[in-house]
């Protein structure tokens, strides 16, 4: 006997609660025969106008609705939050859960059989996921793809990337403020993720990585004709998944997540992909640590992308793509399953490179060793995150002096002062940008370089933060130390003047202060007053994870499955 489908218990019902599930969608012309039992599928869109990255998902969305239709299911699209990395203050990371629980509750709360998720811009890709995880319908993801290459005086130029060099360009009076502005225009040109290999493409690598989205999601530009193609062939496919009766925890395994850190390692992906990994893992019950993306440090950079290398998604995808970078990962790769029903070999197979300077071969990396580093000491006895591919390698083992910034309102009143006594060896720190302290944990840590040190030529030193960074973002930059200093971390009690000791190679952040002086000063420490006191802000300060524990709320942790059976009426 078949099952009887979850919608069903909403439009399948000959009583006065079916009468009223079924007469009121109606209103939107759908016939008798779409409440037949047929799978009705949630389209999931987090398209927003303020949200640019995402702004093609209504058309994506259709291209979905034709695939569901094609296989026999009925679609439904639904709009969640949408997270607009950079237009939201005091930062789209502060709304990240939020967006879970909107995802979450959504696909509890209406009578559908599975979820498209239509994401892209940083955190909706991982909100979305969160929130879905936690339910565990049969779920499939479609990104909304990277914008075409920026153009600027002849040249490619890259979202993120770009903007930090010629702001430092500009500082340093190497480039003019009339070019700077005339690039604006240039760097973003069609609909889509930003195209270097920021945190929404890396979060797109990762969720086609770890088999939660079809083959070739990643890479495709947003406004190729190609993504319409897979928008199509993945509301075909979710269609079957429902039949099948596979569900993210079917495919959202240890191994899964293994082969995502692997894949990250490989693309040079960003340092927000911790924190995101981890809070998912929460959601699915997988115990995934810090000490797990160590599995990736020994892995080489193959993919040549800013702020890596020196191209961008649009020649990464012409190169071949993510089955390309798993083609040459396939020795490392873990057995897994994926929204295929199939191994995750399957993604790979037939798969060349087409640019071998765009996707090295393993013989030929960009970088050997690339992956990210975890750190510890006292400084973060629960864990900090360096991106050597990013990084000046000269500056991955370092012991200097600290320059303090107490917040970031301290950051950015003084790190301009022809007076601020630093050297290229000087170590700079920025406290209160954790995920209490900001609130949100925005990505701030890539400090500038004081204007002293940029006119002198200077483009890097070590940087040391509770903050996150952009994927787009590169230096030496010491991020997520855990506990953070408005938690009471040994980050809190730093003093300009203290040395400071980092060891990318063997994972050391150290403070060098003695344990009787850190405790006189903890002794006399106290947190910041709270930036908010109500709203979703406050709630999210009172039940915040720190860093290392993927700073997802605990209340959210794990998930509940359970089929809501009393009626609205």
Not at 65 to 77: D, M, N, Q, S, T
Not at 330 to 356: C, F, M, Q, S
Not at 447 to 464: F, N, Q, S, T, W
């Amino acid at each position: 006997m078949t099952k009887k489908r979850r919608s069903q218990h909403w439009y399948g019902k000959l009583d006065k609660d079916g009468f009223i599930h079924r007469s009121w969608m109606k209103n939107q012309g759908f016939p008798d025969h779409a409440f037949d039992g047929r799978p009705i599928i949630g389209i999931c869109n987090t398209w927003s106008e303020l949200t640019p990255c995402n702004s093609g998902l209504r058309t994506l969305a259709e291209g979905v609705k034709r695939g569901v239709w094609e296989a026999g299911g009925f679609p439904v699209e639904f709009p969640v939050m949408s997270l607009g990395e950079t237009q939201m203050k005091p930062t789209a990371m502060l709304f990240r859960n939020l967006l879970a629980m909107d995802v979450e509750e959504s696909i509890r709360a209406y009578g559908i059989d599975g979820v498209v998720l239509l994401g892209g811009c940083d955190k909706t890709t991982p909100g979305q996921l969160m929130g879905a995880a936690s339910v565990d319908l049969p779920t499939i993801v479609v990104s909304s793809g990277p914008m075409l290459n920026g153009k600027f005086k002849g040249k490619d130029i890259g979202s993120g990337t770009d903007v930090w060099k010629f702001s430092e360009e500009v500082r340093a009076g190497e480039m003019t403020l009339q070019d700077f502005m005339n690039a604006e225009s240039g760097m973003s040109r069609s609909a889509g993720v930003c195209m270097t290999m920021g945190t929404a493409s890396t979060m797109a690598s990762l969720v086609e990585a770890m088999g939660m989205a079809l083959p070739t999601n990643a890479a495709l530009p947003a406004v190729d004709a190609r993504r319409m193609a897979l928008a199509h062939l993945t509301g075909k496919r979710i269609v079957e998944m429902v039949d099948e009766d596979l569900k993210p925890s079917d495919i959202l395994t240890k191994e899964a997540f293994e082969n995502a850190i692997l894949a990250n390692a490989a693309v040079g992906g960003s340092t927000n992909a911790v924190v995101h990994l981890l809070a998912l893992a929460g959601r699915v019950g997988v115990d995934l640590t810090l000490k797990d993306f160590e599995i990736g440090s020994e892995i080489p950079l193959l993919v040549n992308c800013m702020p890596s290398g020196k191209y961008l998604m649009e020649d990464f995808c012409y190169a071949g793509g993510v089955p390309a970078v798993l083609s040459q990962l396939k020795d490392h790769v873990r057995p897994a399953n994926t929204v295929l029903g199939k191994d995750i070999a399957t993604y790979h197979e037939g798969a060349e490179i087409y640019n071998d300077d765009v996707i090295r071969p393993l013989d030929n990396p960009v970088k050997p060793a690339a992956g990210l580093r975890v750190l510890r000491g006292n400084l973060a006895p629960n864990g900090a995150i360096v991106k050597p591919s990013a990084a000046t390698d000269a500056l991955l083992e370092h012991e200097g002096e600290a320059f303090v910034f107490e917040n970031i309102e301290d950051l950015k009143a003084n790190i301009d002062r022809d007076d601020l006594p630093v050297t290229p060896e000087t170590i700079l720190v920025l406290k209160g940008c954790g995920p209490k302290g900001y609130p949100g944990m925005p990505e701030v840590g890539n400090m500038p370089i004081p204007a002293k040190l940029v006119k002198e030529g200077v483009r890097d030193m070590i940087r040391v933060s509770d903050a996150r960074m952009s994927g787009t973002a590169f230096g030496t930059v010491i991020l997520h130390v855990s506990p953070e200093a408005q938690a009471g971390g040994t980050l809190a009690l730093v003093k300009t003047g203290d040395r400071i000791k980092v060891s990318a190679q063997n994972g050391v952040l150290e403070l060098l202060v003695d344990e009787a002086e850190l405790e006189a000063r903890r002794a006399d420490w106290q947190p910041d007053p709270e930036h908010y006191t109500r709203g979703y802000a406050k709630l999210y300060y009172d039940h915040v994870l720190q860093a290392d524990k993927g700073a997802d709320l605990d209340f959210l942790v794990g998930k509940d499955t359970r089929l809501v059976t009393r009626e609205s009426h």
